[in-house]
């Protein structure tokens, strides 16, 4: 039986409150055991906060975890991940990160808010579970290079899904089939070794 199906997928959005039509929030109403880790009512935009949070759901969840991170969600994941114990981490999927050394579109948190978070600097130490970005062509967040660097550095396995922008409902999704195909495929595939980042 695939890792998928005995896994407790933990589901760890971005910024936004939640989102009934997200993709994140439809895809864990279609898998047979998901968390989500709830959005934050204080301290929203603070990382330790986030990462607090998600060790959280971790930590009381028994068993092999496969976590699904979206925009932020993946910076939280990462933050996480080299900072709490991962031994029971089965894989990750880490989607359209933003690139956080540039400033985002209007309504995002600025780069001053960021920094006064804990958002800096972005992460870059080797995970240690299998994970795979899935990276878009057109993310008004982050360019495709960026996030082909972000994976190298996390020596995450990079997939090109197309030109769906932030991947979200102001991108047109909503349902999102390819979030369970790259679960499979994270699942039942052996990691590939990345090319060494360069010095």
């Known amino acids: 039986m695939s890792t ?15 989102v009934a039509e997200h993709w ?5 109403e279609r898998l047979p055991n998901t ?6 009512h204080h301290d929203k935009h603070s990382l330790p906060a986030r990462v607090a949070a998600l060790d959280a759901v971790v930590a009381d969840t028994t068993g092999p975890v496969i976590l699904v991170a979206h925009s932020a969600g993946v910076m939280i994941t990462v933050a996480w991940a ?6 029971n981490i089965a894989g990750a999927l880490l989607a359209t990160p933003p690139d956080l050394t540039v400033a985002l ?8 808010q960021l920094r006064d978070n804990g958002w800096y600097p972005t992460p870059r130490n080797r995970l240690r579970f299998p994970a ?8 008004p967040l982050c360019r495709y290079d960026r996030a082909a660097t972000l994976a ?6 990079l997939v090109d899904v197309g030109p769906v922008g932030h991947l979200n409902p102001a991108a047109g999704y909503g349902y ?3 979030a369970e195909d790259l679960l499979r495929e994270l699942t039942h595939a052996p990691q590939p070794r990345p090319a060494p980042v360069p010095a």
């Open 82 to 87: 080299q900072r709490h114990n991962t031994r």
């Open 132 to 139: 795979i970005v899935a990276a878009s062509t057109n993310d």
């Open 4 to 18: 998928l199906h005995t896994a407790t997928v933990v589901i760890v959005p971005g910024l936004r409150d939640h």
């Open 105 to 112: 579109p209007a309504g995002y948190p600025t780069p001053e």
């Open 35 to 40: 968390r989500t880790v709830e959005p934050l």
């Open 24 to 28: 994140q929030t439809l895809l864990a």
């Open 176 to 178: 999102w089939p390819a």
């Open 152 to 157: 190298q550095h996390w020596r995450a396995r």
